[in-house]
């Protein structure tokens, strides 16, 4: 069977990309083979182990259970797009001062999904920790951190250094 | 590049001849060199080299558990468009034999158990290769398959050594006669599971040819022992073959080996005359990728009324292959451990029809060590002794087992530490006691251990004209922060300081150096290094005042001599570690509310990223106590909860207070550096401290991990049993 090929036309890290995927292609697959971005890890590609978090639209998603035909017009951030560009994402930067990773393996993934888990308690959105469900915004304390950050494995054991950057950057 | 540190000023060129003057470079909580790669994503995994006209392979595992391939028919599979190539046994080039046999990879059409790789897809797109993979039609000729670990099995028999070479078996004095005169005696059966080490990065190769040339982007623990291994199976010299390993996503001890797609992606980009990428998926990965046998072990301990061990046997059951012998040396640290006038351990293995076992962070102590210090802790317990006075009452002068001198034993200093740290005094040893809300609240310690090992290595010190110096040397950076050790190691020989020290690594190019295992990375690269950069530093300061030649200057070292030449000694690591748990009665979880150990590892090159070592090897041993468990169905001869969904690793939400620390250990017969390795010890003892604490919080021993919800459910109603 021949492949089905269909063109679309996505923003990344704030450039346009205007290509034809196959229609098999996962949306990680994409940024890993065809557009040069190798930060999005495949660690399971089975949604199991966040090392492929992204944000799309904004919120972190899985890119490897995300199939790339499906984001037509999708605005993807990966963690090559967090800097600016000489100039560290403070997440970034607080990962370094903490020692947040090890191998590094995990590290995009933990990023984006930190990233993401910042925003999403300042919108006001409760964890399964969350005791107040009402609230306008959730803080983040060492508890909810880790409950939001629980999607990203790392094998190393790198959790409290993730923990204390997510934590400062809360802080902020 | 990272901010200096303050000691980091010195510069290399005005520092006066004679010896360097120590910058303090080793020490200092230096951040990781590659920190901003890593956290930009600029950091390249090997997966994400991108030769021109690239190739994805994919591979086919076996789905019977042994017999013969019968026929395989690749017709459906090459009709797909962008398909290269279908390889099996049948049409795979020979490769050279190899003493690994999992290496040997579709050189015949055996099966020696399920999901072994039998067969190889390439194709124009990874898309591409996934489809054609599961239209390969595979006739197999099955034969009845034996999987299942049993402490009666009638094949077991005693290997000749353990790895990596010790006896099998030892005795010394009468063991039977040291139980029967025991006032206490405990003897008990304890069961640990097949564990996966399941690095974040999955096994991944490039492969690229040019002629007889081949270069290989490969996820490994050590680039020259895999370039040796390519260049036999591909009957090469190895000046033809490159390894390179800039970035290595974790190994645990499961790429200190050179796996399957190594040669596949090497044999695959041959054929199609096209470089080739191949990766191990996450769920093939418990078949060809290794993993830590299960055990079987029978701690048998006998003291007198005063706790002073009468007798210490430990017999150990547990498994290998048909494909080739692997000997986990389980009981080894139990020679050692503590004084005893008789003691004996054994080893038995049985051949079954199950993927090769292999390294898994602390192969042998940390299976061990779980049995052993379970068991001291039921000894404690049936002595009405205190755990820790138990263990300081059977400290060793020397080394039961050899005779020889410890370098340093931190044990009682870790467990006294310890012991301050967390909280130990007055604790009532009575079980099942103390409640909080609707959790019965326990602690527990145990001891952690780890043999000092060094490897000769070599290296090179460049003094460069432009100023700064690169260090070369074939190691390994697997996240254990070897590239930023190495720095302050040379920074510290040449007088230098960190940010003019440039350490090259991860590259067969390099001066020739063994792998990152054996918690022996830093002291045998770093001797190397060291040799290296004093012998540079000599020669710039004694031949050329302290100037950098037009051309630079460059020294070489060889360490294998001054490895072979140590004096014998028995050289470990010691640890305490200590758990508080929290078993909810209504669910029967266990919470890690607090874990904390205490190590005697030398001296400290990094404190930043070595206490991040230790606390990742407590967390992986928090991971044995509680989730991990690759659970194997007899009938089909494979594990069933093969990705990370059914095997669970310790996530974000299962690591509280946790905590690492060290004594301060001045030891002499090391290395230059004075330290210790710190990359296993951390795992060693962690599941039996968890383990004694549950016991403590619920009276329920729990001898086979992991720890699960219906070992403690009924926790109120136990007995102590």
Known sequence: MQPVMTEIALTVNGREARLAVDTRTSLLDLLREHLDLAGAKKGCDHGQCGSCTVLVDGRRANACLALAVAHQGAEITTVEGLAGGEELHPLQQSFVDHDAFQCGYCTPGQLCSGVAALAEARAGWPSAVTADLAADAVALDAAEIRERMSGNICRCGAYPGIVAAVAEQAAR | ?721
């Open chain 2, 1 to 721: 590049m990272m901010a200096a540190t303050p000691a980091a000023a010195t510069p290399a060129a005005a520092t006066p001849a004679a010896a360097p003057p120590a910058t303090g470079a080793i020490g200092v909580p230096l951040a990781r060199i590659e920190a901003r790669e890593k956290v930009t994503g600029a950091a390249r995994y090997a997966y994400e080299h991108q030769p021109d006209e690239v190739a994805y392979a994919t591979a086919v595992p076996a789905t019977i558990a042994r017999g013969r391939i019968s026929a395989l028919d690749a017709a459906a599979a090459m009709e797909v468009p962008g398909v290269l190539a279908v390889l099996w046994h049948a049409t795979a080039p020979r490769l050279q034999p190899v003493a690994d046999g999992e290496l040997a990879v579709l050189q015949s059409g055996r099966v020696a158990y399920r999901g072994q790789f039998v067969a190889l897809v390439v194709a124009e797109t990874l898309e591409a290769a996934r489809e054609a993979e599961r239209l390969v039609a595979i006739g197999y000729e099955p034969e009845e398959h034996d999987s299942l670990l049993r402490e009666d099995h009638p094949g077991l028999y005693a290997p000749e050594t353990v790895n990596p070479s010790f006896p099998a078996a030892t005795s010394d004095g009468d063991v039977e006669a040291g139980l029967r005169a025991a006032a206490v005696a405990i003897d008990k059966t304890y069961r640990t599971p097949a564990l996966h080490n399941n690095a974040m990065e999955p096994h991944a190769t490039v492969a690229l040819w040019d002629g007889d040339d081949l270069t290989c982007w490969d996820s490994n623990q050590g680039a020259p022992a895999h370039r040796a291994t390519l260049a036999q199976v591909f009957g090469l010299d190895p000046a033809r073959v490159r390894v390179i390993s800039p970035h290595v996503g974790g190994g645990f001890g499961s790429k200190g080996s050179p796996r399957p797609q190594l040669v596949l992606a090497a044999l695959a980009a041959r054929v199609v005359a096209r470089p080739v990428k191949l990766a191990v998926t996450r769920r093939q990965m418990w078949a060809v990728t290794g993993y830590r046998t299960p055990t079987i072990q029978r701690l048998r301990l006998g003291a007198d009324a005063e706790g002073r061990l009468t007798a210490i046997a430990h017999d150990v059951v547990e498994q290998t292959s048909t494909v080739r012998e692997f000997a986990e040396q389980t009981a080894v640290a139990t020679r050692m451990m503590y004084a005893a006038p008789n003691r004996s351990t054994s080893h038995r293995l049985v051949a079954l029809d199950v993927p090769t076992p292999s390294w898994m962070r602390a192969p042998g102590e940390c299976p061990g060590m779980f049995a052993l210090e379970s068991a001291v802790d039921e000894l404690a317990i049936a002595a009405g002794i205190d755990p820790i006075e138990l263990r300081v009452r059977n400290e060793p002068e020397v080394d039961p087992h050899s005779g020889h001198r410890f370098s340093s034993r931190g044990l009682i200093a870790c467990l006294r530490e310890g012991a301050e740290r967390f909280g130990w005094a007055g604790r009532d040893p009575a079980p099942g006691v103390r409640r909080e809300g609707c959790r019965l609240v326990g602690t527990g310690v145990a001891a952690s251990t780890y043999p000092v090992y060094r490897r000769g290595a070599q290296a090179f010190a460049r003094a460069e004209p432009g100023g700064g110096f690169t260090v070369g040397v074939g190691a390994a950076d697997i996240g254990t922060g070897a590239r930023t050790a190495l720095t302050q190691i040379a920074a510290d020989a040449l007088g230098a300081g960190v940010d003019e020290v440039r350490v090259e690594l991860g590259d067969s190019a390099l001066p020739r150096a063994p792998v990152a295992g054996g918690s022996a990375g830093t002291a045998s690269w770093g001797t190397a290094v060291v040799k290296a950069c004093r012998a540079l530093r000599e020669r710039l300061d004694g031949e050329h005042g302290g100037v950098v030649p037009p051309d630079g200057l460059r020294a070489d070292a060889d360490s294998e001599q001054d490895v072979a030449d140590q004096e014998p000694m028995a050289r470990h690591a010691f640890g305490a570690q200590f758990a508080e748990v929290k078993v909810d009665l209504d669910t029967g979880e266990t919470e890690v509310s607090r874990l904390l150990g205490v190590f005697g590892v030398g001296r400290i090159v990094n404190p930043r990223t070595a206490r991040s070592q230790l606390v990742g090897g407590m967390t992986m041993g928090m991971g044995m106590a509680l989730l991990e468990e690759s659970v194997l169905d007899p009938q089909f001869g494979d594990y069933v909860n093969h990705d990370l969904a059914g095997y669970h690793v310790a996530c974000n939400a299962d690591v509280r207070d946790i905590q690492a620390h060290w004594i301060d250990e001045e030891d002499p017969h090391l290395n230059p550096m004075g330290s210790k390795g710190i990359g296993e010890i951390g795992i060693v003892g962690t599941a039996a401290a968890i383990a004694n604490a549950v016991h403590h919080a619920t009276g329920i021993r729990v001898r086979e991990l992991p720890i699960r919800l219906d070992d403690l459910l009924w926790a109120e109603a136990a007995d102590g049993s």
